[in-house]
């Protein structure tokens, strides 16, 4: 134990920094009040009780695929890097802090409206117009444009850091397309595992209330035509979808893309399976230049043609408006806080950090005499004075530059800014088994509501990597992140995003469905049973050969030959087609996260992970006979949570009729190809086997199989779940609940198609259905994807 009985002795080695303001401990190294719960409770734990709660909360987040993915790392994803120890906050300090961004939030607004309109601020002299002009994201053609809201601005993040003197400091504003906001809640989760005992009575403010206000005042945002909401995604490829999916999800918002919206006479709408819908409230995480290829970059393929037009129009409110990333620039913080006087008549209550823009003269000569402190860089970057990028310089590279800084700030100056480097307070993480201190920067959300502006009472810390390395507080550079948790002295309200008392309950619609969507849930359906449906083969054919002849039969030869036009090579352990089959469907599902539950993605991963491991450790024969009875019942696992878990209503039913019509088109190539073969353990036995029907067959037949009991079980018995006449139904009664499946009256051309295959299939006999009538019948099946894609996903 600490020789000090005041201090536990998960503290023994903590110690703040010398000149650093620390988060747990004051200046005379007590514990500040709002620790002394945590760390009590964390010291009267056990060292494997303590292990044990961080590892829930990790497994947490592992099961629920939290991961981020950095462009400069191959575009691989990583697991979110969640440190276990929450950044503490007291609710009174946190207000403060949410009344100095409330001002700060209200001087942007100022500042992009009149980027936007009058122009004031350029003409009186108080903004460098070269400057504003060189800036990327301001867009000459949105001059003049005033968004439909009223408003520019409606959600915004900060990133804010605690100086020497223990103030707050604005490190750089979001106004883009802040991210994070997901991820925030994401950690909260994750560390209510951590601490189960001890998180509900540690007075935290939830983080509901906040999302819950947010979305009220976006759907209140909406026109009145039964318009809706929406969330813009580049899409899964983006450094941070997974908190895209998941606010959506959290919301109950679309999730679109690009091209599931088009403009049509000057409205925004979505492309869906009922039809095009108005949408007149988009929450972008897209970046504004990249939001329309016919006015903005043409080079862009996640945009919408003809995007601006509808924004002039007035038709459609963007969260936040495009154009509003010019005010992320690094030069930006240079005129804010004279700007703050000259509008407002006060300064800014949250300083940002000292900057200087290069363009004057006295402002280069200060850069110069103090360049050895500062962090000297492009002027209209968007990246914090903590991760340094190329064309930047730091004190550390003034050896290299003490010859040419001068020429450099007199000929470049214009593009150019001086930031002071500061130094970050620290606060704990969980190292080795004690307490470290870590410098660290919080990103905290500022949204606007039908109230006014409302900070988070939370956000995300990011912590560095080392003691030393305060420009480490980036996840790129190996660092990490934690929950801040912002503390009341009193008990806090158990907020959440249901129904509050006295509200209205309203079962509203389960929304629409965006055509992509719809695709992407098809394939996944038929993916997961193309799936299913080799590896059944494949046992099949591995669970035969020990009792065959050196030479094999006829039967494994055929059954070979069969497997090879699949792409299947009988002779590996895991062949890679079953590999790439499962990779597609998890592909397709990563494209519509937001619809599916963390059980269900958690289960799809672990069977993608699964196929992975045992590439590289299962051998073909027996091994493998018993690995793809592993990898089934997995994969049935999905399924079933699928069918269990997820809504029945139009995603779920193009997911359906996608695994439908692929186990029918199945069975009725492998009946083709098989049900003519007799003998024991021939083509009948291997039909019933890959059918999954050997019990019923026994249950349902007094005899042995032959072929007629084959084809009535497997093709025309409407109540075996493995029958083709069983699927055929289920594609008829899932289309039919379709919208447009008739039209005027009249069914639809997919309507009339499937009928048609119902109406023959139902009229005919075991002997009806030779080995051309059930290639045909395949094909029939086939073509339905046709009319499929024509009518709902083209």
């Known amino acids: 134990m600490s020789e000090d009985p005041d201090r536990p002795s998960i503290l023994d080695a903590y110690a703040a920094l010398p000149g650093v303001p620390d988060e747990l401990l004051d200046a005379d190294g007590g514990i500040r009040p709002a620790w002394r719960a945590l760390i009590s409770h ?30 400069g790392e191959g575009a691989s994803p990583r697991d979110w890097p969640l440190s276990p120890v929450p950044v503490i ?39 460098p117009a070269s400057l504003i002009a060189a800036n990327p994201e301001w867009l000459r053609p949105l001059v ?128 869906t399976v009922s039809g095009q819908q108005p949408i007149s409230v988009l929450w972008r995480r897209l970046d504004s230049v990249w939001a329309d290829p016919l006015e903005l970059d043409a080079a862009s393929r996640l945009g919408t043609p003809g995007l601006l037009g509808a924004v002039r129009s007035g038709s459609v409110t963007m969260v936040n408006a495009l154009g509003a990333g010019v005010l992320e620039s690094r030069a930006m913080l240079a005129f804010l806080p004279k700007l703050s006087e000259v509008l407002h008549g006060k300064p800014l209550a949250i300083p940002n950090i000292a900057t200087w823009w290069c363009g004057g003269q006295a402002e280069r000569a200060h850069v110069l005499a103090n360049a050895a402190n500062m962090l000297i860089g492009p002027a209209n970057s968007t990246h914090l004075p903590l991760e340094p990028e ?39 993480t969980w190292e080795n088994g004690a307490m470290a201190p870590r410098p660290m920067s919080i990103r905290v959300f500022l949204a606007r509501t039908q109230d006014g502006w409302r900070l988070m009472p939370g956000g995300f810390a990011r912590l560095a990597a080392n003691s030393q390395d305060p420009s480490a507080v980036s996840i790129r550079r190996g660092g990490s992140v934690a929950d801040v948790w912002v503390v009341s002295d009193e008990p806090v ?62 039967l494994t030869a055929s059954l070979e030959a069969y497997l090879s036009d699949r792409g299947v090579d009988a002779s590996d352990g895991i062949p890679d087609t079953i590999g790439q089959t499962i990779a597609m469907a998890v592909n397709s599902a990563s494209q519509v996260r937001d619809r599916f539950s963390v059980d269900a993605w958690a ?83 291997l039909c019933v086997e890959v059918g999954d029907s050997v019990m019923t067959h026994r249950r349902r037949y007094s ?34 609940l379709l919208p447009g499946a008739e039209i005027n009256g009249q069914l639809s051309d997919l309507s009339r198609a499937v009928l048609r295959i119902q109406s023959d299939l139902a009229m005919l006999t075991p002997g009806d259905l030779d080995h051309d009538a059930l290639v045909t019948l395949g094909q029939s099946i086939g073509h339905l994807t046709d009319h499929i894609h024509a009518q709902y996903l083209g």
């Not at 700030?409 to 480097?421: A, I």
């Open 603 to 685: 289960s799809l991963a672990d069977l993608e992970q699964t196929v992975a491991e045992m590439r590289e450790r299962v051998f073909p024969g027996e091994d493998a006979a018993a690995a793809m009875g592993v990898l089934l019942r997995k994969i049935t696992g999905f399924s079933g949570l699928v069918h269990e878990n997820m809504y029945h209503f139009s995603g779920w039913r193009f997911l359906t009729i996608g695994r439908s019509l692929e186990r029918a088109m199945a069975m009725s190539e492998l009946l083709a190809e098989f049900a003519e073969w007799s003998g024991s353990q021939g083509g009948f036995e």
């Open 144 to 271: 003049g444009v005033k968004p439909a809201s009223g408003h520019f601005l409606h959600f915004l993040a900060f990133e804010v850091g605690r100086g020497p003197d223990g103030g707050w400091w604005v490190l750089g504003d979001r106004t883009q397309a802040p991210s994070g906001a997901g991820y925030a809640l994401e950690n909260r989760v994750a560390s209510m595992r951590a601490y189960s005992s001890f998180y509900s009575q540690a007075n935290v403010e939830r983080l509901a209330g906040f999302f819950r206000a947010f979305r009220d005042g976006l759907n209140a945002a909406r026109q009145e035509d039964g318009s809706r909401v929406g969330i813009l995604t580049p899409g899964p490829l983006n450094d941070t979808y997974f908190e895209h999916a998941y606010i959506a999800r959290y919301l109950g918002m679309m999730l679109l893309e690009g091209d599931d919206l088009v403009v049509d006479n000057g409205r925004l709408m979505v492309r």
């Open 493 to 554: 309200s158990g907020d959440s995003m249901l129904t509050q008392p006295g509200e209205a309950f309203v079962r509203t619609s389960p929304g629409l469905l965006p055509s992509r969507a719809a695709d992407n849930l098809f394939w996944l359906g038929r993916y997961v049973e193309r799936a299913e449906g080799l590896l059944r083969l494949y046992r099949a054919h591995l669970s035969r050969l020990p009792e065959s002849p050196p030479g094999g039969t006829p």
């Open 89 to 127: 906050q007291p609710a009174a300090e946190w207000q403060s802090l949410a009344e100095g961004l409330a001002e700060r939030a209200d001087l942007l607004e100022t500042v992009v409206a009149d980027l936007y309109g009058e122009n004031q601020l350029v003409a009186d002299g108080h903004l």
């Open 390 to 428: 190329p064309g930047s310089v730091l004190k550390g590279d003034m050896s290299q530059m003490e010859g040419d800084l001068q020429a450099w700030l007199e000929q470049k100056g214009r593009g150019l800014v001086g930031q002071e480097l500061v130094s970050l307070s620290t606060t704990p």
């Open 42 to 71: 964390l010291q009267k734990l056990g060292p494997e009780d303590r292990e044990r709660g961080f590892s829930r909360g990790s497994q947490y987040l592992r099961d629920a695929g939290v991961f981020v993915r950095s462009y």
């Open 703 to 736: 005899v042995t199989a032959s072929r007629d009991t084959v084809i009535d079980l497997l093709a025309l018995d409407p109540l075996n779940p493995r029958s083709i006449a069983f699927h055929v139904n289920e594609i008829k009664e899932q289309v039919g």
